[in-house]
Nanobody
């Protein structure tokens, strides 16, 4: 059983910061790409940022320069540092990971954590 458990969401004023964490647990051979997605009310889920196992990153254009994704492979954890948050960043944030198991490669998702930015 593989699980992704997120933490770090909450309520913050515009211009503030939050740090999201997502830890993978279970029988895992290795983790390939890890990433963060978000879904605002009435909108489709969108990719916010990804990081490969080698540390290469990719960002949604609107968060470049404000968000930083990183990972700790030893801890099987991915982070999202969010600075200068704006009301339009309000959404449920989900982590995702492509995980190699004994006989399969599977995409797993976290349960989601709410981020609310007040103006």
């Amino acid at each position: 059983q593989v699980q992704l458990v997120e933490s770090g969401g909450g309520l913050v004023q515009a211009g503030g910061s939050l740090r999201l964490s997502c830890a993978a647990s279970g029988i895992i051979l290795s983790i390939n790409d890890m990433g963060w997605y978000r879904q605002a009310p009435g909108k489709q889920r969108e990719l916010v940022a990804t990081v490969t196992s080698a540390g290469n990153t990719n960002y949604l254009e609107s968060v470049k320069g404000r968000f930083t994704i990183s990972r700790d492979n030893a801890k099987r954890t991915v982070y999202l540092q969010m600075n200068n948050l704006q009301p339009e960043d309000t959404a449920v944030y989900y982590c995702a990971a492509e995980i190699e198991r004994l006989f399969s490669r599977v995409d797993y998702w976290g349960q989601g954590t709410q981020v609310t930015v007040s103006s």
